[in-house]
């Protein structure tokens, strides 16, 4: 089994900046693809961003590129999600997810993802 750690959420203002970290732990995958989602209340699950385990390819939702970087360093199993210029509308629960297989293109659906974390909160106020 995989074990998945976010961290790193909190309460910050408009503007400002956090950056979430994704920690995994027991079976290692030599080939997968971890992601980023959130989820606002009653709405559904929505992809936010992707990384390939070489890091060579990574894939983002419309509403958060040129302000959300994702990363990943390998040698410590942790993804990260650097998030600059927050906006209010970037409220919600942070999860991460791996999907453990080899891809070519990132998958958007949580339904590709297979491990989860317990997720992190971030409420960006206005």
């Known amino acids: 089994q995989v074990q998945l750690v976010e961290s790193g959420g909190g309460l910050v203002q408009a503007g400002g900046s956090l950056r979430l970290s994704c920690a995994a732990s027991?079976?290692?995958?030599?080939?997968?693809?971890m992601g980023w989602f959130r989820q606002a209340p009653g709405k559904e699950r929505e992809f936010v961003a992707a990384?390939?385990?070489?890091?060579?390819?990574?894939r983002y939702a419309d509403s958060v590129k040129g302000r959300f970087t994702i990363s990943r360093d390998n040698a410590k199993n942790t993804v990260y999600l650097q998030m600059n210029s927050l906006k209010p509308e970037d409220t919600a629960v942070y999860y991460c997810?791996?999907?453990?297989?080899?891809?070519?293109?990132?998958?958007?659906?949580?339904?590709?993802?297979?491990?989860w974390g317990q997720g992190t909160q971030v409420t960006v106020s206005s």
């Open positions: 027991g079976r290692i995958f030599s080939r997968y693809v």
């Open positions: 990384i390939i385990w070489s890091g060579d390819n990574t």
């Open positions: 997810g791996i999907d453990p297989s080899w891809r070519i293109i990132l998958p958007i659906s949580a339904d590709e993802y297979d491990y």
